[in-house]
Antibody, heavy 123, light 110 residues
Framework: EVQLVESGGVVVQPGGSLRLSCATSGFTFREYTMHWVRQAPGKGLEWISLISWDGSGTYYADSVKGRFTISRDNSKNSLYLQMNSLRREDTALYYC????????????????WGQGTTVSVSS | QSLLTQPPSASGTPGQRATISCSGSSSNIGSNSVNWYRQLPGTAPKLLIYRNNERPSGVPDRFSGSKSGTSASLAISGLQSEDEADYYCAAWDDSLKGPVFGGGTKLTVL
């Protein structure tokens, strides 16, 4: 069974930093692009970042560019999101999610999602 | 303001057919495929349709997708009470160099 399990979400002050992790299992991690998608309370889905299967390609939404860094460790089947200079508007449930097709960026849909980890930016 | 525009709400009665629209532009829907997701309350989104009209394994054929030009639609036939959920469209945007989601449509089964 394919599983994605996020961790690392906490309450943090504005301007602070946080690192989210996503542990994966049940598929060949190194063959798939991975994404982070967030959902602010009561709001819709917002894509924030992707990393290609081999880590050579990374993309960011304008809202997080220059503050967040996505990375992966294929030897540990894990995905990460380093979040710096956090703002109140970064408060959200953060989902780790997997591209549905091997070696694609966003062609076959995001077919598996974790349950999310909550980040709250508040003083 | 999302680059993909969905109606905030839609409704139908059990057994009826409901459709949800998603309007974009030449940089997203006009040149890339569309995916649809369903999010039940308190749960993670689930992929319903990919590549405009393909269903993942396990998704019933009551769900169908279509695309024409810079717009796409999700159709749900034989509405059931458990179809009450939020539905999102998504597509890659060539200008932003990343995926964009629609604002979501809340479907109510009356």
């Amino acid at each position: 069974e394919v599983q994605l399990v996020e961790s690392g979400g906490v309450v943090v002050q504005p301007g602070g930093s946080l690192r989210l992790s996503c542990a994966t299992s049940g598929f060949t991690f190194r063959e798939y692009t991975m994404h982070w998608v967030r959902q602010a309370p009561g709001k819709g889905l917002e894509w924030i970042s992707l990393i290609s299967w081999d880590g050579s390609g990374t993309y960011y939404a304008d809202s997080v560019k220059g503050r967040f860094t996505i990375s992966r460790d294929n030897s540990k089947n894990s995905l990460y999101l380093q979040m710096n200079s956090l703002r109140r508007e970064d408060t959200a449930l953060y989902y780790c999610t997997k591209e549905g097709g091997k070696y694609y960026y966003f062609n076959n849909g995001l077919d598996v999602w974790g349950q999310g980890t909550t980040v709250s930016v508040s003083s | 303001q999302s680059l993909l525009t969905q109606p905030p709400s839609a409704s139908g009665t059990p057994g009826q057919r409901a459709t949800i629209s998603c309007s974009g532009s030449s940089s997203n829907i006009g040149s890339n495929s569309v995916n649809w997701y369903r999010q039940l309350p308190g749960t993670a989104p689930k992929l319903l349709i990919y590549r405009n009209n393909e269903r993942p394994s396990g998704v019933p054929d009551r769900f169908s997708g279509s695309k024409s030009g810079t717009s796409a639609s999700l159709a749900i036939s034989g509405l059931q009470s458990e179809d009450e959920a939020d539905y999102y469209c998504a597509a890659w945007d060539d200008s932003l160099k990343g995926p964009v989601f629609g604002g979501g449509t809340k479907l109510t089964v009356l």
